[in-house]
């Protein structure tokens, strides 16, 4: 787990993206720091299990959310980056350390709003596929 | 039951089958989630069904049934998916309830005072995602017994 949290991290964080952009980089690992404000992204792992293919070839099925909160009266913000996360993650090539074949499969997205804060959030799962 | 051959009787024995199939899969899916899910009062786990629906892919959707309240977040379906993705708005954790209240933060886990603050227990998604290695199971089953 820790290396594909790593390279995900890496991938987001490093370098120019439309969504490290929009969040002015915050992106961050199962939870946000304390003092961010909005918009932010928070990615985690929930579940990894193992699948066998005929011929003895042993993959793991990662499932990853990421999760983009915008307090945002306007609901272009968390459509903008909803939009970036999927641009940057669906099918995305990253590198993880201990696995030669990585693939990012979209599952769903769902987009909920708080009815007290206003707050918006939206989780996008992905099916990931790591064979070593 | 022998089938002559017929291809009308043949399809539908094989609608039926597939139908049935169907069922059996989501009656697994909506058990997983039952076992997977966490239990306090067992309301939850109660309200976790799997029904025919004719909008459905399939016929049958696995949900949470329960009554509509005037707030999405108060509802069973509203709970349900707070577990499942857990609910941590900023303001609502630990360290800010500790700060809003001026008292420590070990005060506060041991008082439970930031309620609000829920860590993420999936059981929706894990059940969907052992469906997706076990429905064949289902399939090879009933088609099975459509043999003479």
């Known amino acids: ?132 | 039951m022998k089938l002559d051959w017929n291809s009308d009787q043949l399809l539908l024995a094989v609608d039926a089958a597939l139908d049935d199939a169907c069922k059996d899969a989501a009656d697994d899916a909506a058990n997983t989630m039952r076992r997977l899910v966490s239990k306090d009062s067992g309301e939850l786990a109660n309200a976790i069904d799997a029904r025919r629906s004719e909008f459905a892919r399939g016929g049958y959707v696995i949900g949470i049934f329960g009554t509509p309240t005037t707030r999405w977040e108060d509802s069973l379906g509203g709970r349900a998916w707070f577990l499942e993705y857990g609910h941590a708005f900023p303001g609502e954790g630990q360290f800010s309830a500790a700060k809003k209240l001026g008292v420590g933060r070990s005060k506060v886990r041991r008082q439970n005072l930031a309620a609000k603050s829920v860590a993420p227990k999936p059981f929706m998604r894990p059940a969907l995602r052992r469906l997706r290695r076990t429905a064949n199971k289902h399939f090879t089953n009933r088609l099975k017994g459509l043999a003479a």
């Open chain 1, 1 to 132: 787990m820790k290396a594909l949290a790593t390279a995900i991290y890496a991938y987001a964080s490093t370098g120019t993206n439309s969504l490290k952009t929009a969040v002015s980089g915050r992106i961050n690992f199962a939870e946000a720091s304390q003092n961010w404000s909005y918009p932010y992204v928070v990615y985690s792992i929930p579940s990894i299990e193992p699948d066998h293919y005929f011929g003895g070839d042993r993959l793991e099925r990662a499932l990853v959310t990421i999760d983009l909160f915008s307090d945002s009266q306007d609901p272009a913000e968390i459509a903008n980056l909803t939009d970036y996360a999927r641009s940057l993650f669906d099918n995305a090539l990253i590198s993880v350390s201990g696995y030669s074949r990585v693939q990012f499969r979209w599952e769903q997205t769902i987009s909920v709003r708080m009815s007290d804060t206003g707050v918006w959030r939206c989780s996008i799962d992905y099916d990931v596929i790591l064979g070593a």
